[in-house]
């Protein structure tokens, strides 16, 4: 299994990165310097003055409007991370001409506005100072941006012979490339050992227990001031612009009932984790209102509904990141946080782990997982960070909710005797401004399958708006793709398993490398894998390659999936009463108790 990791970039990526970035500005900043100020505010005032902003799905553009064009032109950054697994690139990152681009663009609209000043009847001063502020456009266009981009040009097809190394290093005779494969690697073999060893420290903590066992290790939930959980709830309706979330907030956050699909089944949505969890731990048999009772302390924070209130709104990183500074400001005057420095804490949090770990060079998400306080305790999200060891994945909250045993054994009886009509299917949206995605091939590779061996499900058409849809694809299909989307894991992935549908996956990241405590360490015994890789080198037809997997062997891994695999993965309603099975709930809160313990016995 070809896997290609890195933990960061190389200092040197980064340093001939931000030359190039610099360099860009530096321009920039030094046509604004020739450029006289009169000529200059007039210059800012055209742009001001024929721009605006659209917001088009998960794509924000900024657009400048000219006579000499006969559409805006417009700057586009997306609203959403493209999340890529990094690859190690020698001597440089992938640097984009993009901002180069952008610059030139605009240049060529403020010489062409700029030029018929010159001609027309004003006094020779003004004709001078026009005239100097073209020629300043002209030295850029025709100069330092060509220089600048033929310096881009060049390290980004170094850059781009350098990963195409492995292909040919084993056969070229140079030493020095066969010195640069072997260091890549023996980087991505430390990489994958860092992840797996963690993985087997996580699995290690798995509890042997169907039920809680107090026995003294009672669990502390935080009576945190409202601003920091329920206040974000009370905004629901204007956490993002296009929705109103209130309706995901009934039930104990399930939402609304779906009687089309039975009982416990819910319109959950897929970031309300948070609550869900909260609602669970407050019930917990193990809870204690003593703080020097507790082994284990649970903060109701939600980070994640804290987040998607600012995600599409033009605020500053500061006011992002005002509510979780002013939430370790709170926990440093707690005494058990001081005691164990948060050691025996643990956050759950509704988002993926990179939301949390917002760059110097983005503006998306906090820094809260970043901040030095955070280190310590446990995080359980519904992805986590490979490299963090107290990051643990969690399943993503799908619409089923049993409230006894009878529900998951009604629910299992049904999907094992379901008429799978599919060979395969996907539910998804294509990434046409991703071109490393490997979904637009797989929908291609689908809609070409012959006698209706593929059915596909366009989520970016209002495909997969309604759960039933969704549930009923998938409770009709041998097995589901699940390419990444805008990061690694899908929420798909949860809802394919919980409707027996055998998941198909392409990245390790996606499942094998985030739940540890949920799915078994035998991914073959519930999943099919294969890499990405070969799909984008044209090397597999995934439809073609599943039809060879005999009914013995997809009926092995449905009873698998449906009978070990399932009611691990669900959360119970708030109320539940489940006795014979463990839902994600209880297996999260049982390990979390068992790694409490282990952590006391190991400081005796």
């Known amino acids: ?26 321009i920039l900043i030094n046509f604004f310097y020739r450029i006289p100020a009169a000529v200059f505010l007039l ?93 300043t456009v002209n030295v850029v266009l025709d100069e330092q941006i060509p220089n600048a981009e033929n310096r881009a040009d060049k390290d980004e097809n170094e850059a781009a012979n350098a990963v195409e190394v492995p292909k040919t290093a084993q056969n070229n005779p140079n030493p020095d490339i066969r010195e640069v494969e072997k260091g890549r690697e023996e980087e991505i073999a430390h990489a994958k050992k860092v992840v797996e060893e963690q993985l087997q420290l996580h699995r290690s903590w798995k509890s042997s227990k169907n039920h809680p066992v107090c026995d003294g290790r009672g669990i502390y939930v935080y009576d945190l001031p409202s601003k920091f959980n329920t206040d974000l ?115 759950v949090l509704g988002k993926i782990s990179w939301d949390f770990r917002r760059n110097d060079n983005s503006p998306w998400g906090t820094r809260f997982l970043e901040l030095s306080q955070m280190q310590n305790p446990i995080k359980l999200l519904i992805e986590r960070q490979p490299w963090h060891v107290n990051d643990i994945g969690i399943p993503h909250p799908t619409f089923f909710h049993p409230h006894s045993d009878d529900d998951i054994i009604s629910w299992q009886l049904k999907i094992i005797s379901s008429s799978r009509k599919s060979l395969v299917s996907f539910a998804g949206a294509p990434r046409p401004d991703q071109p490393d995605n490997i979904r637009s091939i797989l929908i291609n590779q689908c809609n070409s399958a012959e006698n209706g061996m593929c059915r596909f499900m366009n989520c970016s058409s209002g495909g997969c708006d309604q759960p039933e849809s969704v549930i009923e694809l998938f409770k009709e299909s041998e097995f589901c793709l699940q ?14 398993l919980v409707s027996g549908c055998i998941p198909v996956f392409f990245c390790p990241f996606t499942a094998y490398y985030q739940y540890p405590w949920h799915l078994s360490a035998d991914h073959g015994k519930y999943s099919v894998f294969i890499d990405q890789e070969e799909v984008k080198q044209g090397k597999v037809n995934v439809v073609e390659r599943l039809m060879k997997i005999s009914p013995r062997e997809r009926e092995d891994m449905r009873s698998f999936i449906i009978y070990e695999v399932l009611p691990g993965l669900v959360y119970g309603d708030s109320n539940s009463q489940l006795e014979k099975f463990q839902d994600a709930f209880s297996i999260a809160m049982n390990n979390l108790l068992e790694r409490v313990t282990r952590m006391e016995s190991n400081a005796q």
């Open 483 to 496: 390419p990444p989307g805008d990061s690694p894991t899908r929420k798909s992935v949860f809802d394919s």
């Open 233 to 347: 709830v009370g905004q629901c309706r204007d956490l993002v612009p296009w929705a109103d979330f209130c309706e995901y907030f009934n039930n104990d956050a399930l939402g609304l009932p779906i009687p089309k699909l039975g009982k416990g089944w819910y319109q959950t949505h897929q970031y309300s984790l948070e609550p869900i969890f909260h609602t669970r731990v407050l019930k917990h048999p193990c809870r204690v209102y003593n703080e020097n009772e507790a082994k284990l302390f649970y903060v109701p924070f939600y980070g994640g509904l804290d987040i998607l209130r600012w995600h599409f709104k033009n605020v500053s990183n500061d006011v992002k990141d005002t509510l979780s500074l002013e939430l370790i400001k709170w926990l440093e005057k707690q005494q058990p946080w001081v005691r164990n420095a948060g050691k025996d804490h643990v956050f």
């Open 1 to 26: 299994m070809a896997v290609s990791l890195s933990k960061k970039k190389s200092k040197q990526s980064k340093k001939v990165e931000a030359q190039e970035i610099c360099f860009s500005y530096s």
């Open 43 to 135: 210059i800012l005032i055209f742009l001001w003055s024929s721009s605006t902003t659209i917001i088009s799905g998960k794509i924000i553009h900024v657009c400048v409007s000219s006579r000499k064009l006969n559409n805006l032109y417009c700057l586009s950054a997306g609203t959403q991370p493209n999340f890529d697994i990094p690859i190690p690139v020698i001597n440089n990152s992938a640097i984009s001409p993009s901002i180069n681009g952008d610059i030139k663009e605009i240049l060529n609209v403020v010489r062409d506005d700029l030029n018929p000043e010159i001609e027309k009847n004003v006094n020779a001063d003004r004709k001078e100072e026009v005239a100097n502020t073209v020629q």
